[in-house]
Antibody, heavy 115, light 110 residues
Framework: QVQLQESGPGLVKSSETLSLTCTVSGDSINIYYWSWIRQPPGKGLEWIGYMYYSGSTTYNPSLKSRVTFSVDTSKNQFSLKLTSVTAADTAVYYC?????????WGQGTMVTVSS | QSALTQPASVSGSPGQSITLSCTGTSSDVGGYNYVSWYQQHAGEAPKLMIYDVSNRPSGVSNRFSGSKSGDTASLTISGLQAEDEADYYCISYTSSSTLLFGGGTKLTVL
């Protein structure tokens, strides 16, 4: 069965870059679309963007200037980089499988932006 | 882009049927049959309950059903159970090739 696991620092300093990786097990990354979603503490879900293994990406317009996705097919991983972070970027970050709907989710990883 | 509109909270008694709404525009909900619904229990990752407006993934109870009329999508839960108490989110594809979540609805089972 497919499993997703987010990894990366749980604490990032303000103005620096947040970097997370999602490792896919039980399936090939070369088939589906893959997405990132985040959820600030006590708030709702926010779609960050999706990508295909080929490297094509689409980002949330509100984050587009700061976000970059990448993929490493040899490791069956895809990654998120978010630059110039502020306290507003503090959230649980989820990776998920899918484009129009997300049928498999990682457990989520909490990232706190500190000043 | 403004979030899709969902009621902040809805409540119902065990056994009842309730309907959660998700209102957008012709550029998102009304324009595409790519609305999905997620259930999220506290401290857990969201779970896909409905995709493509009305399709139920394998393993999801048939008490959950989805529909759409105009710019509003709906999730109906019949035979409400205590375990259905959770937050529910809708999301839709948009004319900008992006996706947009609703603000979420907290469902309380009385």
């Amino acid at each position: 069965q497919v499993q997703l696991q987010e990894s990366g620092p749980g604490l990032v300093k303000s103005s620096e870059t947040l970097s997370l990786t999602c490792t896919v097990s039980g399936d090939s990354i070369n088939i589906y679309y893959w997405s990132w979603i985040r959820q600030p503490p006590g708030k709702g879900l926010e779609w960050i963007g999706y990508m295909y293994y080929s490297g094509s990406t689409t980002y949330n317009p509100s984050l587009k200037s700061r976000v970059t996705f990448s993929v490493d097919t040899s490791k069956n991983q895809f990654s998120l980089k978010l630059t110039s972070v502020t306290a507003a970027d503090t959230a649980v970050y989820y990776c998920a499988r899918g484009l129009f709907a997300f049928d498999v989710w990682g457990q989520g990883t909490m990232v706190t932006v500190s000043s | 882009q403004s979030a899709l509109t969902q009621p902040a909270s809805v409540s119902g008694s065990p056994g009842q049927s309730i309907t959660l709404s998700c209102t957008g525009t012709s550029s998102d909900v009304g324009g595409y049959n790519y609305v999905s619904w997620y259930q999220q229990h506290a401290g857990e990752a969201p779970k896909l309950m409905i995709y493509d407006v009305s399709n139920r993934p394998s393993g999801v109870s048939n008490r959950f059903s989805g529909s759409k009329s105009g710019d509003t999508a709906s999730l109906t839960i019949s035979g409400l159970q205590a375990e259905d108490e959770a937050d529910y989110y809708c999301i839709s594809y948009t004319s900008s090739s992006t996706l947009l979540f609703g603000g979420g609805t907290k469902l309380t089972v009385l």
